[in-house]
Structure formats: structure tokens, C-alpha cells
């Protein structure tokens, strides 16, 4: 029997969550999004205690892992940002791209608190990393 793993997020913005989803490969018509809390679904179809926000169904889950059985991942809102529901059967899959998740989601809130304070921003990959120059003309 699986059971849901709970992980804090630094995240704080619901689209910047979105955003690092969709640099994994889940498209964004595969992720729910909802004001109030839905409940997630385990790998045998039944609502789990947990309740979420941004959320991929399993079945979206499934197309885009290689694990046999499947359940929601959410992100669930709080009053510190979101918190992470993942199954602990899948985690092993969203724990290795996790890096990568948290450096667009990084990238996003940079560069919008750098743009209200008038820096222009370049974003620069190479090699999977990203770095973002900041200039401001005075």
C-alpha cells in the first residue's frame, strides 16, 4: 500500500508551479487548477484525505512517468505557499526532476520581482542550468 508524501514548497505563486510542471513535459491542459481544494485520487481510483489546488489527475500523470501505478500529484495552498502531495510511489520521479522544478519556478519569481523594480532581464540556458543578467539603466 502507497501513501502521499507532504513536502513544503518555497513556492508561492500557483503559476510558477504551473510553469515548472509544464519544463517537465506535462502539458498545460493536463493540469487542474482550483480555487478551493480538490480532493486527490490514489492509484486504485479512491479520494485520499488530501486536498489540492494545482493538481495533474493520474491519469495525465501516467502518459508522462514509467511507473505502473499512478495517483494525482497536487499542490495544495497555504498560508506559506504550497505543499506538495505526491504519492509515495512516484515521488522517486518528481524527486529527480525537482531541481530542475524549483529552478524555473526560481527563475519566474526573479525575474517579475527584478522587473517591478526596473531591471531588464536575459535568460540564458546552457546545459540544462539557467541564468538570468540582470541590468538597470540609471
Request: net charge positive; proline share 2%.
Amino acid at each position: 500500500m502507497s501513501a502521499y508524501k507532504v513536502v513544503e514548497c518555497e513556492i508561492s505563486n500557483g503559476e510558477y508551479i504551473i510553469a515548472g510542471l509544464v519544463d517537465m513535459g506535462i502539458p498545460r491542459n493536463h493540469i487542474e487548477v482550483h480555487k478551493e481544494g480538490v480532493p486527490l485520487v490514489n492509484y486504485s481510483g479512491r479520494e485520499t484525505g488530501q486536498k489540492a489546488n494545482i493538481v495533474v489527475r493520474r491519469e495525465n500523470f501516467k502518459k508522462h512517468t514509467k511507473a505502473r501505478w499512478n495517483a494525482d500529484l497536487g499542490f495544495e495552498k497555504t498560508n506559506k505557499g504550497y505543499q506538495t502531495h505526491i504519492n509515495s510511489e512516484e515521488s522517486y520521479w518528481f524527486e529527480k526532476r525537482e531541481p530542475r522544478f524549483k529552478q524555473v519556478a526560481a527563475t519566474m519569481e526573479v525575474t517579475a520581482q527584478a522587473k517591478k523594480k526596473g531591471y531588464h532581464v536575459k535568460k540564458v540556458e546552457k546545459d540544462g542550468k539557467i541564468k538570468l543578467k540582470l541590468t538597470k539603466n540609471f
